[in-house]
């Protein structure tokens, strides 16, 4: 049973003006933020940090991202109702629940056996249900290709050539490129057969790993 209570209701809505304040002007993703409970993915001794606009250790050594990243990397996918989307790094699957609630078709795969397993228990009790995949998603899914929008929710030393490729015709890519510590979020845009590439701000994700990211 999930509990969602005044209080905790509260911290979402305190947490959805921080994020305006930091300049997410998406009031979709705003909505999707202020309703999905993000205290539900957390342990009971974490519980009173899962308003806190801070990334958190989810176990196996990996991390449920920031809300200010997970509310910048959606706006910056411009989600339609429909859309079909590849997340790479499904971790513990907030980032997958956001993009349901957007509206959107979610295909998630994640690396490690643990945490898929985990989260793909998990995510539908609470009323989710992207379709879970297991592997390395740096290869991207082709079999379920192409999608309109492609999310990576881990680090990558480049941009995987197969993404690109799997990607529609306007299809958006963001991807947070650079080194194991720092990377820039990068997107890409396909339009005409070409790529439209913009860089923003840094952030610091854990590592990409798999055929196409680090080794
Ligand atoms: N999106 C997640 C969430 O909402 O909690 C956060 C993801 S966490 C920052 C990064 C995830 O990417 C980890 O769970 C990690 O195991 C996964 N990962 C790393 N390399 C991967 C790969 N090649 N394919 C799929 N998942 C990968």
Same mark, same amino acid.
């Given at each position: #049973? ?12 305190? &947490? ?49 991202? /920031? ?5 910048? /990397? ?92 799997? &990607? ?16 820039? #979020? ?8 070409? &790529? ?20």
């Amino acid at each position: #049973m999930i509990e969602d209570n005044y209080r905790q209701r509260g911290l979402r809505n305190n &947490l959805v003006k921080k994020l305006r304040l930091k300049g997410i002007l998406d009031e979709s993703v705003l909505k999707a933020i202020g309703k999905v409970p993000r205290h539900v993915f957390f342990d009971n001794a974490l519980l009173n940090h899962a308003y806190e606009d801070k990334a958190f250790p989810i176990g196996e050594g990996q991390t449920i991202s /920031q809300p200010y990243t997970v509310a910048f /990397q959606t706006e910056k996918l411009e989600i339609k109702q429909g859309d079909k989307v590849l997340e790479i790094g499904t971790g513990s699957g907030y980032q997958a629940a956001i993009l349901v609630e957007l509206g959107a078709k979610v295909y998630t795969i994640e690396f490690q056996k643990k945490l898929y397993e985990h989260t793909k228990e998990f995510l539908p009790q609470i009323g989710y249900k992207p379709l879970f995949f297991f592997g390395d998603g740096s290869k991207g899914i082709p079999a379920k290709a192409p999608y309109d929008k492609i999310i990576v929710t881990a680090g990558a030393p480049v941009i995987p050539d197969a993404l690109i490729e799997q &990607l529609t015709e306007n299809g958006i890519l963001i991807i947070p490129v650079g080194d194991r510590e720092k990377q820039k #979020m990068v997107r890409i845009i396909k339009k005409n057969g070409k &790529l439209l590439k913009e860089e923003f701000d840094s952030f610091a994700f854990v590592p990409l790993l798999g055929e196409q990211g680090w080794k």
